[in-house]
């Protein structure tokens, strides 16, 4: 089988390794001239040969990942090396390796960490048994690769994505990319790589999948683009820093730390301003504009996303409030208007105001002068006693602006243990940045209050999660309101941050007199009911609300029109619940 090797479809190459092999096993006198005349024979320009050239390897490791190659694709090569004694199971091994090269060099050294076949991680090198015995096998992604398959890796992380045909402009061989928005960051690593192909990769985590990373980019020939919005892995930087034959960027919200970022690279650093388009790209972009700011990241979520809505961007936009937000808070579509809300002219001129201020805010940022001095998104505090219609002001402007209302639950928002709580808002404030959501902190002091003196640790970290508060609401883009039942709680930093701070007071006894109307008809009622005994008595519009709906029930059950024992009966209940005595009512 040895001596016709070449009938079984392998090379001159291939063939002459295997004679040489025979030779020292069966302790036949060498022909090293026949083995150098068969390494002449190889094809330098084979695919596996330009595949381990792209990672910088030098003629040996092209040699070695030749043969290794070719034993992959063929089983009467693994059967030969069986039948030798040189495999278990027809492998190529570590002792395989030194027996063909070891005139030049130990074979070892052509798969070890240095190996530039290990960088690229083009092969695997088994990590037990005896050291001689040790397995190499090339990476199935290469041998399908080389078989002609173009797909990417399965192993990579969901979203990579390989980019080809981009204007080479780009000056860089090592690149690190700052800056909240990830299809910014994208963009500035394409400008600045010199590179023409690239494979964006975003977030990693195992370290199977940054081997993938740097595995599929070396098949592609294309530079490597790791976006690390999250958490990620030194051991895993470091395996894409050391495959030194790839340019790199590396992106990522904040600097890493220079302790983590690898030697051996010349380093540049960049940042990608987070900056909203204007209703001319969106208009050149979707043939159709918002009133939502939009960030290059959401515009590219967005055109994925308009199909599936035919074609309505605004839906499109407010699908983006994404489902981060599920387990933090409750997603409602409001429906109450202007007419549904009583509150005093002053306050209602305020309320209007600050939804303007959302509406209009992308035209002042590009048509007036005091554009550049603005902050991004809107952020306000209504505040007032229980039940005076800070909630409900919240709905009607997220109605007003045909926004989703997401009410925070800061149950599951406010953590226990450090750190959790800056996560937790860190979600809230990245879904509400999209535009698609009015996000309601309702009763907000819990995080939004003020800063105390610090007595133990927790009063240290409470004041930490207030001061990552104010970082993050100096360049949020969303709209958020925050409800107190005292203003005084609010931290006076944030005061200097909102765009607006509103005061709703509980109603006077006009006020009370039209809640009474919006919410009982005379219609619906026994003629002894008479609301003006009741619009006296000193009750919030929830509270209202609430006697409503019980007298409401009270009816029903019975079968009749609310009567004024019902309303009566709902009152009492209501004083009750609230630790009022019965006897103010007097009626």
Request: proline content about 3%.
């Amino acid at each position: 089988m040895i001596e016709n090797a070449e009938q079984i479809g392998v090379n001159q190459y291939v063939s002459g390794a295997l004679r040489y092999l025979k030779a020292l096993q069966e302790e036949e006198a060498l022909d090293q001239k026949d083995f150098n005349k068969a390494i002449a024979a190889f094809d330098y320009e084979s695919p596996e040969a330009l595949l381990a050239a792209r990672a910088n390897s030098s003629n040996l490791e092209i040699l070695c990942f030749g043969f290794c190659v070719a034993v992959e694709n063929e089983l009467p090569l693994q059967k030969a090396l069986v039948s030798l004694g040189l495999s278990l199971d027809g492998s190529v091994t570590v002792g395989v390796l030194d027996q063909l090269f070891g005139v030049w060099t130990r074979g070892a050294s052509l798969v070890g960490p240095s190996s530039h076949l290990v960088s690229a991680h083009l092969i695997n090198v088994s990590d037990t048994g005896p050291f001689a015995s040790r397995s190499i096998n090339v990476c199935p992604s290469v041998l399908w690769a080389l078989a002609g398959d173009k797909n990417l890796d399965t192993a990579l992380p969901f979203g990579s994505e390989l980019i080809s045909d981009a204007d080479e402009s780009g000056d860089l061989t090592s690149l690190l990319v700052l800056g909240e928005d990830r299809q910014a960051r994208r963009t500035k690593s394409i400008e600045r790589l010199a590179h023409n192909s690239f494979l964006y990769v975003r977030n990693p985590g195992t370290l199977d999948e940054w081997k993938s990373a740097v595995r599929e980019a070396t098949i592609a020939g294309a530079a490597l683009v790791i976006d690390l919005s999250e958490e990620f892995s030194p051991q895993g930087l470091r395996l894409a820093a050391d495959a030194t034959h790839l340019m790199l960027a590396v992106c990522c919200k904040s600097p890493i730390d220079i302790d983590l970022l690898p030697n051996g690279r010349n380093w540049r650093e960049v940042y990608a301003e987070n900056k909203a388009l204007t209703k001319e790209e969106q208009l050149e972009e979707f043939g159709q504009a918002t009133m939502y700011p939009l960030t290059q990241d959401h515009a590219h979520k967005v055109r994925r996303g308009l199909p599936l809505v035919s074609d309505d961007l605004n839906r499109a936009v407010r699908r983006l409030a994404d489902n981060r937000l599920s387990t933090l808070g409750t997603r409602a579509t409001p429906t109450k208007s202007w007419n549904d809300l009583i509150v005093s002219e002053e306050t209602l001129r305020d309320l209007k105001e600050l939804s303007n201020r959302y509406r209009y805010w992308d035209q002042v940022m590009s048509q007036s002068h005091v554009g550049r001095f603005m902050s991004p998104g809107a952020l306000a505090v209504l505040a007032g006693p229980s039940g005076s219609g800070k909630t409900l002001a919240a709905e009607v402007i997220a109605n007003d602006l045909s926004l989703d209302l997401v009410k925070i639950n800061l149950s599951t928002l406010v953590s226990k243990y450090i750190g959790e709580t800056e996560k937790n808002l860190e979600e809230v404030f990245d879904a509400a940045s999209v535009g698609g959501a009015l996000i309601l902190f309702d009763e907000g002091d819990a995080i939004f209050g003020q800063r105390g003196k610090v007595t133990d640790a927790r009063d240290r970290y409470a004041n930490m999660e207030v001061s990552y508060l104010l970082q993050k609401v100096e360049t949020f883009e969303g709209f958020v309101i925050i409800t107190t039942n005292l203003s005084g709680n609010v931290d006076t930093a944030f005061q200097r941050r909102l765009q607006g701070f509103i005061e709703i007071s509980a109603p006077d006894e006009d006020a009370r007199q039209k809640i009474w109307d919006l919410h009982i008809s005379k219609n619906e009622c026994e003629s002894d009911v008479d609301l003006s005994e009741l619009i006296a008595f000193d009750l919030t519009g929830g509270q209202i609300r609430n006697i409503a709906v019980s007298g409401a029930f009270l009816a029903i059950q019975e079968g009749r029109k609310i009567c004024r024992a019902d309303l009566v009966r709902a009152t009492k209940q209501e004083f009750v619940k609230h630790g009022r005595l019965t006897k103010e009512l007097n009626i």
